[in-house]
């Protein structure tokens, strides 16, 4: 039983970064539809990244360029996946008309100027957020931020998994697997990773800050309904990024307001 959690487990974390796993960890796709339950503790471990990072350089270098650095930290330990993700959403959604041509740029490995655009605005806008957030709290409080603002992110992608429907037909898609029936033990289980961090704040007030990501992701998975009759890996990283984004933002202005 512990062997086979144990697979699961590497199985997400080999799917979802660049960590070196086990070697005898391999792609089965029943081990990747189970190892999506992980997905939100994958963000743990990548804001764990991203928090050292960020805490050891901001002790000899300003923040700003802490901040910066832990961001790269985080690319670099997941791969750029979710961003990629992000980008070819961009250029599907911006340049396609209809459900085949959208699946079939967002298939495309070139990217284009809508997800070059894409990318650079949503990191350009998470950066100069979190150096806000710096500014006003403590480097350790900013950590839990890190920690709340990437489990949730990644429950948020989660959500959609559970309540909609992935919308290739062909069954070479490389997202195919986890886009199986999500069963309500392991949405739970991504539910407690990607919403345990949240408890660390003590004020309720601050709680709220969870309410924009929830309605954004709401809001993407009617948009993504609308125009391709539900999902692809390629959206399920978008709404990883901007709910992470829209944290930052939401956090920030519920703190400027308390």
Not at 14 to 31: E, L, T
Not at 75 to 80: D, R, V
Not at 140 to 160: G, K, Q
């Amino acid at each position: 039983m512990i062997k086979q959690e144990l697979k699961i487990f590497f199985t997400a974390l080999m799917f979802y970064s660049r960590i070196p796993c086990p070697k005898w960890v391999d792609h089965s796709p029943d081990m990747l539809n189970k190892a999506t339950r992980y997905f939100p503790f994958i963000g743990w471990i990548v804001a764990g990244v991203s928090a050292g990072v960020l805490y050891g350089f901001s002790q000899f270098l300003p923040m700003s360029i802490a901040i910066l650095l832990s961001m790269i930290a985080a690319i670099l330990t997941t791969g750029a996946f979710h961003e990629d993700g992000l980008a070819d959403v961009c250029d599907g959604f911006g340049g396609g008309w209809t459900k085949e041509r959208i699946l079939a740029i967002m298939k495309d490995s070139v990217i284009g100027a809508y997800g070059v655009v894409g990318m650079a605005l949503i990191l350009l806008l998470k950066y100069i957020t979190l150096v806000e957030l710096a500014g006003i709290m403590s480097a350790l409080y900013l950590i839990t931020v890190l920690f709340s603002a990437h489990a949730l992110s990644r429950f948020m992608a989660v959500v959609i998994i559970r309540f909609s429907k992935y919308a290739r037909d062909n069954e070479d898609a490389k997202a195919k697997p986890v886009a199986k029936k999500l069963p309500f033990t392991s949405f739970f289980v991504a539910a407690v990773f990607g919403l345990v961090p949240l408890f660390c704040f003590q004020s309720f007030y601050v709680l709220a800050a969870i309410v924009p990501p929830i309605l954004i992701t709401f809001y993407l998975k009617g948009y993504f309904n609308k125009w391709i009759n539900g999902y692809t890996g390629d959206c399920l990283g978008a709404v990883q990024q901007v709910t992470e984004v829209v944290f930052y933002l939401s956090f920030l202005a519920v703190w400027t307001f308390i």
